[in-house]
């Protein structure tokens, strides 16, 4: 796919009008980690700000933020400096010109914002669902694991994306952290996507197995927002703190990415 397919594409990933009265939000979420949250949360990010759309990416790791790594960027300020009570959340907002959308960095290797008290969390959620009134699509690219930061975004976001690849141990790390967001949430919309796989049935077979257990076993039963394939430039873009988009924009992953943007 061209460049100039994917610019070409707004109409497709226009958002109507009312955008900021919905909810906004998409949380990117997994269960196990090293699954290409962080990644696919970049790379829908810059989708759809080439598309004319007004976006934030919001780095929802609080224990291991590295949206800013991803991206090259250096920020004045992060999240830490937030949770700190130092600024309010909207002068964290820093712009990734390369991209053509804004980003709240979070803070690596501290562990008291991972700890922070429900209460500070929810402020914070509650921020975010403000500023959020100002962007058409706001992504937060969230932490591994079950724990009470992950949850409380996971569960209050319009859209939760849940990643995983055809690994077993992310199979059952997706069906635990599903069972889990349920339980708090049973109207949630969870669409699945499936990451990093050899080809497209392979993907839609691993699908197939998470969508039967969630339905037989929580009577809930995610939808598939795509599969995304295996790809070596994946690896390279990220290596050189650069988005896919811009790098390699006829990648393979790159095109199944803009397919699920064109659902979201
Ligand atoms: N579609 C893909 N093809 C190849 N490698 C991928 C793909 N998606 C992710 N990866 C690899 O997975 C690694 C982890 O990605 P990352 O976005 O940091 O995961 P997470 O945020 O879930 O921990 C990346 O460094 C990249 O090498
Ligand atoms: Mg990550």
Same mark, same amino acid.
């Given at each position: 796919? +061209?460049?100039?397919?994917?610019?070409?594409?707004? +109409?497709?990933? #226009?958002?109507? *009008?009312?955008?900021?009265?919905?909810?906004?939000?998409?949380?990117?979420?997994?269960? /196990?980690?090293?699954?290409?949250?962080?990644?696919?949360?970049?790379?829908?990010?810059?989708?759809? !700000?080439? #598309?004319?759309?007004? &976006?934030?990416?919001?780095?929802?790791?609080?224990?291991?933020?590295?949206?800013?790594?991803?991206?090259?960027?250096? @920020?004045? %300020?992060?999240?830490?400096?937030?949770?700190?009570?130092?600024?309010?959340?909207?002068?964290?907002?820093?712009?990734?010109?390369?991209?053509?959308?804004?980003?709240?960095?979070? $803070?690596?290797? +501290?562990?008291?914002?991972?700890?922070?008290? &429900?209460?500070?969390?929810?402020?914070?959620?509650?921020?975010?669902?403000?500023?959020?009134?100002?962007? *058409?699509?706001?992504?937060?690219?969230?932490?591994?694991?079950?724990?009470?930061?992950?949850?409380?975004?996971?569960?209050?976001?319009? /859209?939760?994306?849940?990643?995983?690849?055809? =690994?077993?141990?992310?199979?059952?790390? #997706?069906?635990?952290?599903?069972?889990?967001?349920?339980? =708090?949430?049973?109207?949630?919309?969870?669409?699945?996507?499936?990451?990093? &796989?050899?080809?497209?049935?392979?993907?839609?077979?691993?699908?197939?197995?998470?969508?039967?257990?969630?339905?037989?076993?929580?009577?809930?039963?995610?939808?598939?927002?795509?599969?995304?394939?295996?790809? !070596?430039?994946? $690896?390279?873009?990220? $290596?050189?703190? @650069?988005?896919?988009? @811009? @790098? %390699?924009?006829?990648?393979?992953?790159?095109?199944?990415?803009? /397919?699920?943007?064109?659902?979201?």
């Amino acid at each position: 796919m +061209s460049i100039s397919r994917i610019i070409s594409l707004p +109409s497709k990933l #226009a958002v109507s *009008d009312n955008a900021a009265s919905r909810n906004n939000l998409i949380a990117v979420a997994s269960g /196990k980690g090293g699954v290409g949250k962080t990644w696919l949360s970049v790379s829908l990010a810059h989708l759809f !700000a080439k #598309a004319g759309q007004r &976006v934030l990416l919001f780095d929802g790791d609080l224990g291991l933020a590295n949206v800013d790594i991803q991206l090259g960027l250096i @920020t004045p %300020y992060d999240l830490g400096a937030v949770i700190a009570g130092k600024i309010p959340l909207t002068h964290a907002i820093a712009p990734c010109k390369a991209g053509g959308f804004d980003v709240i960095a979070g $803070r690596s290797g +501290s562990g008291s914002l991972a700890s922070m008290p &429900v209460s500070r969390l929810q402020m914070m959620f509650d921020d975010l669902r403000l500023v959020a009134q100002q962007y *058409d699509k706001v992504i937060i690219d969230l932490g591994a694991g079950v724990e009470r930061a992950v949850r409380l975004f996971a569960e209050n976001a319009g /859209k939760l994306l849940v990643v995983c690849s055809d =690994e077993p141990t992310s199979l059952t790390d #997706a069906y635990a952290f599903i069972k889990i967001i349920v339980k =708090e949430n049973p109207k949630i919309d969870i669409r699945v996507v499936v990451n990093a &796989v050899l080809s497209v049935r392979e993907g839609e077979r691993t699908f197939a197995t998470l969508q039967k257990a969630c339905k037989g076993f929580l009577n809930y039963t995610p939808s598939l927002a795509g599969i995304i394939r295996k790809d !070596a430039r994946v $690896r390279d873009a990220i $290596r050189s703190q @650069t988005s896919i988009i @811009t @790098t %390699y924009p006829d990648a393979d992953a790159v095109s199944d990415v803009l /397919k699920i943007a064109q659902t979201l």
